[in-house]
């Protein structure tokens, strides 16, 4: 059960000042973002990788100059009223060949948090769409001004093309969990290549942008997964905290999970899709406004 030491009441009046404060100044703050070193920004504010796993990266937002060292983080919670007119989802989809952006050794290694100097979360969503709970999932994100990384499958997408440029339009960032979930540490190069490929190419013709982010599923990155996918020009997102929802623990552990381990920096992972996700979204229900009270700002990539 979440205990009292992890949500505090105040009165409402106060909450909801604090939380438009929060929204407001992530707004000013994505103001300068091209001048800014946000935490998917390349440099030296990048954070350290946890004992035994690959070297965290960030990435810059193609065009930008590059920034000092010393500026000011770009966190992202921007409403999605406002990003809805900056990602329109016929984009990109006149017949014109998206390029590919060739990733160096460093970028093709899996990250698995952003910079722990900034007090920024990044939520991401695996496994839909779904027409029952991506749908819920959006509208909590509207509802608290957040932009999260959703990470969809193929088999998924292309039976609800609707609900994908649903997300897109709604400023999300969209990346590729492959076609039909499987273990890829256990396929053939060619098998790999089909099941990204074919997800990239659907959600490219589905929302004009050609995927920059890829998950395996479980997180089970192998040898030829990083290889397949570097040559798609997709970078690895991995997770800092687990809560385990897809095995439906308990609303109360989802939220005691997040609120445990979340720290600065943290990579959350979520579903929205793959089976009963109610547990899932009255979860989120909690602990986004708790995290949004104590200070936490929201990121995703660059659209």
Request: net charge neutral.
């Amino acid at each position: 059960m979440l205990s009292d030491r992890h949500i505090k009441f105040p009165m409402a009046s106060h909450i909801t000042s604090r939380r438009l404060l929060l929204v407001a100044a992530g707004m000013s703050l994505l103001g300068g973002a091209s001048a800014c070193k946000g935490p998917w920004s390349g440099g030296d504010g990048v954070a350290a990788a946890p004992e035994g796993r690959t070297e965290v990266l960030a990435t810059e937002t193609p065009g930008a100059p590059v920034p000092s060292a010393t500026s000011s983080p770009t966190p992202s919670p921007v409403p999605p009223s406002a990003a809805a007119s900056a990602t329109p989802s016929a984009a990109g989809t006149s017949g014109v060949q998206p390029v590919r952006k060739a990733l160096s050794d460093a970028e093709s290694k899996p990250v698995y948090e952003l910079d722990p100097a900034q007090r920024v979360v990044a939520l991401t969503i695996d496994d839909g769409p779904d027409p029952r709970y991506t749908p819920q999932v959006l509208a909590l994100l509207q509802q608290h001004g957040i932009r999260a990384t959703f990470f969809l499958i193929g088999e998924n997408a292309v039976e609800h093309p609707a609900l994908v440029r649903e997300i897109a339009d709604r400023g999300h960032h969209i990346a590729n969990h492959t076609w039909t979930h499987p273990d890829l540490r256990h396929m053939s190069e060619s098998a790999v290549r089909d099941e990204l490929e074919r997800t990239s190419d659907l959600l490219q013709r589905t929302t004009g942008r050609l995927p920059t982010w890829f998950r395996a599923p479980g997180g089970d990155f192998s040898p030829v997964s990083l290889r397949v996918a570097a040559d798609l020009g997709l970078r690895n997102m991995s997770w800092t905290v687990d809560p385990r929802d897809w095995s439906r623990p308990g609303t109360s552990a989802i939220i005691d999970t997040v609120l445990k381990e979340v720290r600065p920096g943290s990579i959350v992972l979520n579903h929205d899709g793959g089976g009963d996700r109610s547990q899932t979204v009255a979860a989120l229900k909690t602990y986004l406004p708790v995290l949004i009270d104590s200070g936490y700002l929201f990121t995703a990539p660059p659209n």
